[in-house]
């Protein structure tokens, strides 16, 4: 089968097409004819070295769509539409970045869709991410303010949709003021042109502050971000946008501010149900819910794929389809689910 080696950490172009041997079905495991996948920054991040627990030649892909072609011992049956999400996936074992991948069925989400494979690519993680983060990270309730630091991105974009859905009033940020429209018509209710300190902007429209704050960007804003959070309010990292991990100079009981609280959102497919997935895709069918989708890439093109990842130019999710042929890259169109 064709798949995408990572032999060693560097730039794009470490990522090679080659021809490897098939996995072989195992006991309790699921061996999946890959249709899609989305693409991930922690791919990115594990391309570039950041990953040191990842041993390597692998494939990597924390996620993926597509048809069961063996599952031993498992409830599942060739033929089944299915999402896999996390549990190891590209990290521990070979991932999604192949024409097959094989995943234990802990990873497993049966899936009824009629919708294409590019759309149903870049829902499981995204939403996963984005809903886990919402409901386990910040216990979010109708009425709340709720401010997403990294708008634009694919998790900030299902994260406004659901929030919108919830109840809640969002305001969301971007760097990039062209990008202001995109926020708007996936819902936001209030845009602000992130410079990096936004504490007094969003204290000048909201005095007492937001009730809930989802940092997206990381730990370049986060100290920011805490200042924008009412008495009692939650705060919750889940990205890493700004590509940096650690904290230099952090002192608690300084830079976070009386009773707010302060979380993480790092789960993975043990947090979401089946239920909870098939609801979503299934308001996607209806045009109840937005996907946005940047743009779809084919296997093939995996090296421009990063490239154009790293360069933060995304306004939304970047799938790539498997076994759907070898055209050039294109952007989506998919006019009733933007």
């Not at 490897?20 to 996948?37: D, E, M, Y």
């Not at 149900?273 to 996607?284: P, W």
């Not at 296997?299 to 130019?313: D, F, K, P, Q």
């Amino acid at each position: 089968m064709k798949a995408i080696i990572l032999a060693s950490p560097g730039d794009p172009t470490a990522l090679q097409l080659q021809e490897i041997a098939k996995p072989l079905p195992r006991s309790g495991w699921v061996l999946i004819k890959v249709k899609a996948f989305g693409l991930n920054r922690s791919e990115m991040f594990t391309r570039q070295g950041h990953s040191p627990n990842v041993q390597l030649p692998r494939v990597l892909g924390i996620e993926c769509v597509g048809i069961v072609e063996a599952a031993p011992d498992t409830p599942f049956q060739p033929g089944q539409k299915v999402a896999a999400i996390m549990g190891g996936m590209g990290r521990a074992f070979d991932g999604s970045y192949a024409e097959y991948t094989l995943v234990p069925q802990t990873c497993i989400f049966l899936i009824e869709s009629n919708l294409d494979w590019s759309v149903l690519g870049a829902i499981p993680e995204m939403f996963q991410t984005a809903y886990g983060s919402l409901v386990s990270g910040l216990n979010v309730q109708a009425g709340q303010t709720l401010l997403i630091r990294g708008g634009t991105s694919s998790v900030g974009m299902t994260a406004t949709s659901l929030a919108k859905q919830m109840g809640l009033t969002v305001i969301a940020t971007t760097r990039n003021p062209l990008k202001s429209e995109a926020l708007r018509a996936n819902g936001v209710d209030q845009v602000v042109i992130d410079d990096g300190a936004i504490a007094t902007t969003i204290r000048q429209r909201f005095p007492n502050g937001v009730d809930r704050v989802l940092e997206l960007v990381g730990t370049t804003t986060l100290l920011d971000s805490l200042q924008c959070v009412t008495p009692s309010g939650i705060i919750c990292m889940t990205g890493i946008l700004g590509n940096a991990w650690a904290l230099n100079n952090f002192s608690p009981m300084d830079d976070i501010p009386h009773t707010v609280r302060l979380t993480v959102y790092t789960g993975g497919s043990e947090d979401l149900s089946v239920e909870y997935l098939q609801k979503f895709i299934a308001g996607v069918e209806a045009g109840q819910t937005h996907v946005n989708i940047d743009r779809v890439f084919r296997l093939n093109e995996i090296v421009e794929a990063h490239h154009y990842m790293e360069s933060n130019r995304a306004t939304g999710k970047l799938v790539v389809l498997v076994n759907e042929g070898t055209g050039s890259i294109m952007d989506l169109q998919t006019p009733a689910l933007n």
